[in-house]
């Protein structure tokens, strides 16, 4: 299994729902990401675990709750969501480090489409 | 001024051309990514890069480290290419930083 599953692909909710956006994959990967990608723009990193602790946090707002219950699966809580935060959000994984000798450091997951209306 | 600069933002070619994306970085890294995202969505890593260069296919990428310089080449380019290239590099303290891609389009 060499990809990176995210579910659900694509999500619509409202100001005041709670939802939450999956990420897995079982390819031995210690380290998980979570970007966000707003249309025509590259993406912005969010939060990083490493061996399922958090070891970055970009300063996002505490609407968006990062959860890695195990090596192989990482989770964004969503709560009361602002329409400016409807974007791709994409998940990633990679070795830890990333071995330099591979061609491909990180896998990127396909990314769950969120509005929020 | 970004830290990642993508040159052309934009490019048109004719199926079979060979095409070169630059990229131009200006801080210390520990390695540099070449990142393929087609409309809709999901991204592939191409390449990661420290050093020299590296070929998959019809793809190429280089690396200067002295010069702070990226180019990814793409041989006989096929429509399927059609795509946003974007280059990232990973820093010394471990952020990734994003160019603002180059959107690629090969007409048949």
């Known amino acids: 299994d060499t990809e990176v599953t995210q579910t659900p692909k694509h999500l619509v909710m409202g100001m005041t729902n709670k939802k939450s956006l999956k990420c897995e994959q079982h390819?031995?990967?210690?380290?998980m990401y979570w970007y966000k990608q707003k249309a025509k723009k590259p993406p912005e990193l969010m939060f990083v675990?490493?061996?399922?602790?958090?070891?970055i946090n970009e300063s996002v707002p505490s609407r968006f709750s990062p959860e890695c219950p195990n090596s192989s699966l990482l989770n964004l809580h969503l709560h009361a969501l602002q329409p400016e935060d409807s974007a791709l959000y994409l998940c990633?994984?990679?070795?830890?480090?990333?071995?330099?000798?591979?061609?491909?450091?990180?896998?990127f997951g396909s990314g769950t489409r969120l509005t929020v209306v | 001024k970004n830290e990642v600069e993508q040159s052309p933002q934009n490019l048109t070619a004719q199926e079979g051309e060979f095409i070169t994306i630059n990229c131009s970085y200006s801080?210390?890294?520990?390695?540099l990514h070449w990142l393929q995202q087609h409309p809709g969505g999901g991204i592939v890593s191409l390449f990661m890069l420290s050093s020299g260069k590296k070929k998959h296919g019809r793809l190429i990428a280089t690396i200067n480290i002295q010069e702070k310089h990226s180019s990814l080449h793409i041989t006989a380019s096929h429509p399927r290419d059609s795509a946003v290239y974007i280059c990232?590099?990973?820093?010394?303290?471990?952020?990734?930083?994003f160019g603002k891609g180059t959107r690629l389009h090969i007409l048949p």
């Open positions: 675990y490493s061996y399922e602790k958090l070891s």
């Open positions: 801080v210390g890294i520990s390695a």
């Open positions: 390819m031995g990967h210690r380290a």
């Open positions: 990232a590099v990973k820093t010394r303290d471990d952020k990734i930083i």
């Open positions: 990633a994984s990679s070795q830890v480090p990333p071995e330099l000798g591979a061609n491909y450091g990180y896998t």
